[in-house]
């Protein structure tokens, strides 16, 4: 339990630290542009995610892989609260450089629930990421927004771990720890590529 207390205790510090820096960030300052000025990956990016238990089963690996990134991940999470987790960090000026999004697990997605998401951007680039193991059409959904916005990315966690079951825990849904780490890399590697960092 003091192991414990005293790993909570050191995640905190490194969110509030986290947040401190976020906060000098004014929304209507964060561009593609501004990206690729400040950055060449990433790894050195304030990351916001926020999604539901598959992201929490990775969290640890994506503090490991973003040691700026703040991971606002709950367990049965639907859109509808991922969406009003961001509206409350949005009014706190408590976003990232770009947001990261698993949201497509536990509920059904509709266009407008995506469309909402973008609008609380605060002009940030999102990146969504498709749902392994789940019978619904939300991958479609979140695909058929992406296309619609210069801001807006997929990150096909789905195609990328298909070729691995031996990535995925026995409920055929969360990452194990190889898993995990793969799909942190995913992340970190489309990001990258999609804000063209690597080319600045």
């Known amino acids: 339990k003091k192991k414990e207390a005293l790993e909570a205790a050191e995640r905190q510090k490194m969110e509030e630290l986290a947040g401190k ?18 950055y060449d990956d990433a790894t050195q990016m304030y ?8 992201m929490l089963a990775a969290a640890d690996r994506l503090y490991e892989k973003f040691p700026r990134g703040y991971f606002d991940a709950v367990f049965g999470s639907s859109i ?6 961001l509206i ?4 706190q000026n408590n976003l990232g450089d770009v947001l990261v999004l698993s949201v497509g697990t536990n509920s059904y997605i509709h266009p407008e629930d995506c469309v909402a998401i973008i ?14 193991g789940v019978s619904n059409d939300s991958n ?16 096909d966690w789905e195609s990328y771990a298909m070729p691995h079951p031996e990535w995925i825990l026995d409920d055929h849904l969360h990452p ?10 995913l992340i970190s590697q489309v990001i990258t590529d999609s804000l063209g960092l690597k080319e600045n």
């Open 21 to 38: 820096a976020r906060n000098e960030i004014a929304p209507e300052d964060v561009t593609i542009e501004m990206l690729q000025k400040r």
């Open 47 to 54: 990351v916001t995610g926020i999604g539901d238990s598959v």
């Open 80 to 85: 509808y609260e991922c969406t009003d987790r």
């Open 88 to 91: 409350e960090l949005e009014a």
């Open 119 to 132: 609008e609380h951007s605060g002009g940030r680039p999102t990146f969504w990421l498709t749902t392994y």
């Open 140 to 155: 479609e959904i979140m695909q058929s927004v992406v296309s619609q916005y210069d801001n807006a990315f997929m990150i």
């Open 176 to 185: 194990n720890d190889t898993g995990s780490l793969e799909y942190a890399q």
